[in-house]
């Protein structure tokens, strides 16, 4: 869950509205002591005490951030095994052109399990967006023309996948679409 | 010797810059809540939509916020350093930068060159290839980039060192004093302006160049193909644009430490107030290692190019994404151990820092979250994206906000209404936040960015984004009542001498 879009952005709420709320407070408290402060009060010691505290904590989480997102990597994704390929190469092999605006695809249909998309751009800067049947995004890849990409994805749940692009590519940009099947 | 010195060396070109700045601001800000209600009714043409999407793309950050930086930062060399702000290098950023957007409006309006937010190359010639738009219209469009180019690489920052490292000090014009260059941390925040911007945009710039002469016929178009290769374009592109962004952040970051330790609490009636600072060496070293992690986290903006990019290089952009965050973790704990450990005075121009700050911490956690390989695939492309991005433009306006309150009186010779003042700093960060918190949520549900009608529909995000929308349009009208009464005031400024 928190390797998603979704899961993304409930870590950001999660964190950042108490840092808003005990910023808001402590803005609050200064300009309080603004009018009638006697005195500096943050004792040098106490002030270092929570400096060390304050760093240790955001290099603690910075850390185990990092290192949990490390699976979420698409090309380190472990590949899901699927009848009558190896995970190390995956026979599925969906090529993909976009061009100004719309996608070609040499198959609207594969078996669940790993595939790999192979992908170019003709004129102008496009994605390969893919959606999952429940409209979550599992990958997007950037195209340049005259680049060629490659993205190894495991789709194991059936249905209907759709292809977006999210890189802005001119008028017809928000009508950019192509679905394919996965099939069980 | 005093009575020589007019105040108007001082504040006319800063001024001038600033109320250039909020014309801008206006403009743009009228296109863009165009846009969120074009969302909510459909009123608009694609075509339409995208000529707004790309002309508030272009003044906002640049008309707006760029110039708002460059006449407050050049406003505040001069007084701290006690430099006249006038002279070629200045004259030429100021013009230079308006011809330059003025041309970039012609092609959008005239030509209809309509390429989104950034340049998305190469768009703008595939555009005109496809008869989208004319080679005129590429043409104008292409020469208003390099003029805007031209003084953001070049001309701004040889005005800012000029003034801080050239000419002799008038001590008449010394109205808040500085020790050195690099203390207090206030001065340092502009110190990664001068030296990292200009040498790591001679690329993109010599780029646009090419492209421009070959346009016009100047040189032959294949001597521009080097140029027009993607990966060529893009590398120099994102490490001039990224660290440009990274630069303006430091730049209000600098601000910050510059207003803050200015309004701590008045032990005594009598005091006068030394600037103090929680710790002068943290926040030094806070810039410096913010400085330095930024120059190398770029490439975050091509992670999504698993095959191009190599992913040593997408690694060290993450690392170096998060390691921004912890330079600016050193600052959030000086800014609020200051505030916390000495009391801050309320006024609009400490208010407007601190929000802005606030703001700006909670949008760089975001930029952190897109800053991550694993999120980046499932967010690039996204309105988290425009979260992000409109979100640190903001809270950069915000903190040069506080800036412009400080220096009302000396750029427009009548006090501020705290009053007003309170009102547009609290509305225009509850909007600001309000936009953010609702555009990332519209990421998260996949929503592409920059997309006219929306693909994936999102009622309830696009009331969010008219709501705060049209609040913080209500902030900057507010402002803006306030600025038009100084502005028709006798003007005691232009005659003063100081």
Known sequence: ??????????????????????????????????????GAVLGEKAARGMEVAWLMGVGIAWAVINLVSIPWIPWLQP??????????????AVNVEAFMWGYTIDTYEVKAGTVKFVARAHDTIHSLTIYSPRGEILATVMLLPGMR??????LVEPGEYVIRCLEFCGDGHSAMLSKFKVVG | MASQIRLEDLTYYPRLMILSSIAWFFAGGAAGLAMVLAHLTGALRIADYNMLLTFHGVVMPFGGLFQLMMGLSLLRVGFCYGKSVKGPLVKASYFTLNVGLLLILAAIFVFGVRTSYTLMFPLPASG????????????????????????IITLYPASLARLMFGGKTQEAFVLERFVGTLNPAGMAGMLPYIFIIPPLGTAIAIGAVTIG?????????????WVLHPLN?????????????????????????????????????SEVVEPRLYSEKLGIFAIVFYSTAAVIAFPHHLFTMPTSQPAGLSYTGQIASWLTGFGAAFSVFNVLATAYAFGLRLTPASLAA?????????????????????????????????????????????????????????????????????IHIILTAVAALGLFYFMAFMGGAGTPRRAYPLPIPSDTGVLGLVGFGVLLAAAQAIFLAQLFKSLSKPHHYISDTV
């Open chain 1, 1 to 38: 869950m928190l390797g998603t879009g979704w899961g993304a952005i409930l870590l950001l709420l999660y964190l950042t509205a108490p840092f808003l709320v005990i910023f808001t407070l402590l803005l609050l408290l200064a300009f309080r002591r603004g009018r009638s402060l006697s």
């Open chain 1, 79 to 92: 590949l899901a095994a699927t009848p009558g390929q190896t995970p190390s190469e995956p026979v599925q």
């Open chain 1, 149 to 154: 990409e490659e993205l190894v994805l495991n």
């Open chain 2, 128 to 151: 005109a290839l496809k008869g989208l738009w004319s080679l005129e219209g590429l043409t104008i469009f292409v020469w208003g980039i390099i003029l805007v180019l031209a003084v």
């Open chain 2, 213 to 225: 002469l070959a346009l016009l016929g100047a040189i032959p178009l294949s001597s521009a193909g």
């Open chain 2, 233 to 269: 374009f893009n590398y120099p592109f994102w490490i001039w644009a990224h660290n440009l962004m990274e630069a303006m952040g430091i730049m209000a970051i600098g601000t910050v430490y510059w207003l803050i330790p200015r309004y701590t609490a008045v032990l005594r009636s």
């Open chain 2, 354 to 422: 601190m929000l802005g700050f606030a703001v700006y911490i909670v949008d760089g956690f975001l930029a952190m979250q897109l800053g991550t390989i694993g999120w980046a695939y499932r967010l690039h492309g996204t309105y988290a994206v425009t979260a992000h991005l409109m979100t640190i433009l903001l809270a950069v306006s915000l903190i040069w906000i506080g800036a412009l309150y400080h220096s009302y009186r000396l750029l427009f010779g009548t006090e501020v209404n705290k009053k007003l003042a309170y």
